[in-house]
């Protein structure tokens, strides 16, 4: 049986905030996100906004996950 490591190992995160009104300025759950994960530990490298637009969202996680520098979008 392998044993699990408590080893704190920090993760890469990208942030996308979803918005058709909230800019970088208002951006209150993103700047919650990046701030909780900063406090945890972990490297926040990269962080957007776009419009509720399907197209828009795909074209920025297409981007963040073609990369070795995104380990975690949220």
């Known amino acids: 049986?392998?044993?699990?490591?408590a080893e704190f190992i920090p993760t890469r995160i990208a942030i996308l905030t979803v918005s058709e009104r909230r800019g970088e300025?208002?951006?209150?759950s993103g700047h919650w996100l990046r701030d909780?994960?900063?406090?945890?530990?972990h490297k926040i490298v990269d962080k957007a906004i776009v419009k509720e637009n399907r197209y828009a969202i795909?074209?920025?996680v297409s981007q963040w996950i073609a990369g070795d520098?995104?380990?975690?979008?949220?």
């Open 36 to 41: 909780a994960a900063h406090d945890a530990g």
């Open 69 to 74: 520098e995104v380990q975690v979008v949220l």
């Open 58 to 60: 795909r074209a920025q």
């Open 25 to 28: 300025e208002d951006d209150t």
């Open 1 to 5: 049986m392998s044993q699990v490591s």
